[in-house]
C-alpha cells in the first residue's frame, strides 16, 4: 500500500516516536515511489537534494520534483526552490515565481510564503518590492500560515525598505499570535505588556 509505505518512511525520515533512520526512510520511500505515489517521489527528491542517505544530487532532486509535481503541490513548491537557486536546472526567477504560486494555490502554503522572500530579498534576481511582498505573506497569512503574518509585523516593525509603523506592526503581530503561532504571542506580550 503505496500511502502507508509512504507514511512509514516519513515516521523513520523524522524519527517520530522511532530511532531517526534514513535508510529505512529511503527503502519504503523508494517502494512507495515505484507505484507512483507523488510524496514519495517528492521526499526521495528532498534526500538528493539534502545528501540524506543518498548522495546530494541536484538533477536526481529536480528530476523526481518534476515528475512529482504533476499531482503534488509540494513537489511544486521544491520546483520552485530548484529554479531559484540553479540546482538541477538553469536559474529561472519567473519559473521559480511560477511554481511557487501553483504550489500555494494548490494548499501548500508555504509557496505563497516563498514568493514573499523572493519579492523581499530579490532573489534570483528580481526587483526588491516590498509591497509584493506583504502582499504575498498576507495571502499566506490568510491561508493559516502564521509566519506570514509574522514577517509582515517584522517589516513594519523594523521598518524594512519602507516606513517604520507600529502600529500596523501590532496588529499583523496579533494575527499571527491569533494562530496561536509562540514568537507573535511573545511579541505582543512585549509591545503589549497587561495592565
Not at 517521489?41 to 542517505?53: A, R
Not at 536559474?91 to 494548490?106: K, T, V
Not at 509582515?152 to 507600529?166: F, K
Request: charged share 20%; aromatic share 14%; with cysteine.
Amino acid at each position: 500500500h503505496a500511502a502507508s509505505q509512504f507514511s512509514l518512511g516519513l515516521i523513520y525520515h523524522l524519527g517520530r516516536g522511532v530511532p531517526q533512520s534514513y535508510e529505512k526512510a529511503y527503502a519504503l520511500y523508494k517502494q512507495s515511489m515505484l507505484q507512483d505515489h507523488p510524496p514519495a517521489l517528492n521526499n526521495i527528491g528532498m534526500m538528493y537534494l539534502n545528501g540524506q542517505y543518498v548522495d546530494r544530487n541536484y538533477d536526481i532532486a529536480f528530476a523526481l520534483f518534476a515528475i512529482a509535481g504533476a499531482d503534488h503541490a509540494q513537489a511544486k513548491d521544491n520546483l520552485g526552490r530548484c529554479f531559484e537557486n540553479g540546482w538541477g536546472a538553469e536559474a529561472d526567477a519567473e519559473q521559480a515565481i511560477n511554481f511557487y504560486q501553483l504550489a500555494g494555490d494548490e494548499g501548500y502554503k508555504l509557496g505563497y510564503y516563498h514568493l514573499g522572500l523572493v519579492y523581499e530579498e530579490g532573489r534570483g534576481g528580481t526587483m526588491v518590492d516590498v509591497p509584493e511582498a506583504l502582499h504575498w505573506y498576507e495571502i499566506a497569512g490568510d491561508n493559516q500560515y502564521a509566519q506570514g503574518y509574522f514577517r509582515m509585523a517584522e517589516i513594519y516593525d523594523q521598518g524594512i525598505l519602507i516606513p517604520r509603523d507600529g502600529k500596523k506592526a501590532l496588529e499583523w503581530y496579533k494575527q499571527a499570535a491569533v494562530l496561536d503561532y509562540q514568537p507573535a504571542i511573545d511579541r505582543v506580550a512585549q509591545l503589549e505588556p497587561p495592565k
